[in-house]
């Protein structure tokens, strides 16, 4: 082969006397920056200095994996993570972290401007990449960096391994978006002794999906009250301070679940709940295995910023639908992967065999879509899944006919099912004027929800009658 200028390993090439003085100069600047940044750490002198207190306090010293500290509007979440983060970035010589939320826009006004006005000071020598408006990545002159971004606008953040992802107003995300998160964040980067993900939220509904990992062990959920805010209440004398006051004022002027949310800390379904018939307590039970003789029917919602389904069996002793099992995944993965997928957890290759007698699940039916989405059903049927349009267009029927099994208590939801539970829990009409409207709020992130309806619309169609009771063996379909 012929070695040209540009076949030829570029470490290879001579380097010009002008282009070797400059690599030098610049080995020389970094290593400069590198020695005055250990200084700095030495000296305990970077940013501003601040005292924590409660679990505030405990952010600074926890390396839990996953972590959540949750409270009301104004205790010092934010202001105590940023502090965390940015001493973790001095003391950890290269280390790559990320700050994020659900969307980029929310950022520059909030959180960052948060960081840069009250955590790090002006002399600390941090370059904010993309300038103080709209940065995407603080640099440290120790070689750490903070990524910054939303899951909007995810792929340049999360393009590699991080050491570290804070998350600000956890509560906005979905389960799905908190499990991409943890692949990002999973040790692999290497860089510091451990790793984490953890987050900030005010309290949500009470079957939010953060509550029920939390529940189950995998999350570890700090409560943060006023208390823990020094400009809120005095930590010597434990009075409320003036400026306290008027603060906590405003906030007790709230009404509803945004007085029950912001004020006092609690996790209470919203304003203009869709489903206010469900109850944790009647609804929700321990995930167990399904007897193989139950008939099953998956919901799928085909189409969207993620691909969900919801499989539900018939208990024919109590005559009750059960949601026993969930997948949600992101719109990047294709419909053949998608579809293999879910028949895998079905018990299926992917040509719809079964896997084994003992693996194999009786499906009687795969349903999912709105009226618009026909190809989106061609497709799914092309590869594996012929997914059957719901008999029921409208929206609100189809809400209408879960409530219904809900008041009847014939509905019960898996606690492994997070997710389902989490957007039910969050399902809620829109606000306006202090009047529900028959608008949904955030409809298009409701993906499982809507794989049930499609679902529970089938079992409930009336020109087959094909009820809760009537649900019978003899619809078994291609599987």
């Not at 980067?189 to 984490?196: Q, R, S």
Request: aromatic share 10%.
């Amino acid at each position: 082969m012929l070695l040209t200028p540009a076949t030829r390993n570029p470490s290879s090439l001579p380097l010009s006397p002008l282009a070797h003085r400059k690599l030098q100069d610049a080995a020389l600047d970094y290593a400069r920056r590198r020695k005055q940044a250990e200084e700095k750490v030495r000296r305990g002198d970077v940013g501003y200095r601040h005292e924590f207190y409660g679990n505030n306090a405990a952010i600074q010293m926890t390396q839990e994996q996953e972590i959540v500290s949750a409270g009301p509007r104004d205790t010092g979440k934010t202001m105590a993570w940023l502090y965390n983060l940015n001493q973790i970035a001095w003391h950890y010589p290269g280390c790559q972290l990320a700050i994020i939320r659900k969307e980029y826009a929310s950022m520059p006004g909030t959180v960052l401007l948060t960081y840069q006005k009250k955590i790090v000071r002006p002399d600390d020598g941090i370059q904010f990449y993309g300038g103080d408006k709209h940065p995407s990545q603080y640099i440290y002159p120790n070689g750490s960096v903070i990524w910054i971004g939303g899951l909007d606008k995810a792929s340049k953040v999360l393009s590699g391994e991080r050491d570290g992802i804070y998350v600000n107003q956890t509560e906005e995300l979905q389960l799905t978006d908190w499990e991409h998160l943890l692949g990002n964040c999973s040790g692999r980067a290497g860089n510091m002794p451990f790793h984490f993900l953890g987050g900030d939220c005010n309290p949500g509904p009470p079957t939010h999906w953060i509550k029920t990992r939390a529940r189950i062990g995998h999350l570890k959920l700090l409560n943060v009250t006023h208390r823990d805010n020094p400009e809120i209440y005095d930590p010597v004398t434990g009075e409320i301070t003036p400026g306290g006051m008027d603060r906590l004022e405003v906030l007790r002027r709230l009404t509803g679940a945004n007085l029950q949310r912001l004020f006092y800390g609690l996790w209470v379904a919203p304003e203009g709940a869709i489903f206010e018939a469900f109850d944790e307590k009647l609804h929700k039970v321990e995930s167990f295995p399904i007897p193989r003789l139950w008939p099953r029917v998956v919901g799928i919602d085909p189409f969207g910023a993620f691909i969900s389904a919801i499989w539900l069996a018939y208990d024919p002793t109590n005559k009750m639908l059960h949601a026993y099992r969930e997948y949600s995944e992101p719109f990047g993965l294709t419909t053949p992967q998608h579809v293999e997928n879910i028949l895998a957890l079905s018990g299926y290759d992917k040509q719809g065999h079964p896997m084994g007698m003992s693996a194999a699940e009786p499906i009687h039916a795969w349903i999912g879509g709105g009226p618009s989405e026909r190809q989106a059903r061609v497709d799914w049927s092309s590869w594996g899944i012929p997914l059957l349009q719901p008999p029921i267009s409208d929206v609100w029927a189809t809400i209408d006919r879960v409530i219904q099994l809900l008041n009847e208590n014939r509905l019960m939801i898996h606690d492994c099912c997070a997710g389902l539970l989490s957007e039910i829990g969050s399902y809620q009409r829109k606000i306006v004027n202090g009047q529900p409207t028959e608008e949904i709020l955030n409809k298009e992130q409701a993906h499982l929800v809507d794989a049930t309806r499609y679902a529970i619309a089938w079992l409930t169609q009336p020109e087959e009658q094909v009820t809760v009771e009537q649900f019978q063996m003899n619809r078994i379909g291609d599987y």
